[in-house]
C-alpha cells in the first residue's frame, strides 16, 4: 500500500529561510538558518551578514536533530544532550533552536536556527514555520 506524506519542496524551504531571515532582521540578531527535508537531508541555508560562523553547523545539527526526533531540539536532560553530542560528533544537538515542521500530522522537515539567543532562535524558527503554514492555508 502507498503512503503520501506531506514533504518540504525547494521552494517551502526557501519561503521558510526568507520569513525567518525577516524575522531575524526585524529583531536586528543576524541568524544561521537550515532547512531540511524529514529524512535530515539540507534543503535550504541562509548564513545572515554578522551570524556567528560556528553556528553554521550547529543551524544545521538542530534542523536534523528536530528532524529526527519529530520535535523541538533543546528539551533532553542535559547529560543525555551532553552524551547526544558527542556521541554524534556534533550531529545531533540538545540545544534550542530547532523545530519540526509537522502537515497533517507528520513530519514533513525541520528548520534549525542559530547564533542568538535561545529564545531568539526559536522565535525565528517558528517565524520560518509560520509562512509554510500561511501559505499551505492559502
Known sequence: MLNHRPELTDTAAMLMVEA?????????????????DAGGRLLAFCRMQGAKFHSIETSTAKAVTAASIA?????APADFGLMLGVTTQGQFTNLKGGL???????LAGAIGVGSG???DDIAVAQAGIDAVMRALAD
Open 20 to 36: 525567518a531571515r525577516e524575522h531575524a532582521l526585524s529583531l536586528g540578531v543576524p541568524q544561521n538558518i537550515a532547512v531540511v
Open 71 to 75: 520535535a523541538p531540539t533543546g528539551g
Open 100 to 106: 519540526p515542521v509537522i502537515i497533517d500530522g507528520h
Open 117 to 119: 539567543s535561545p529564545d
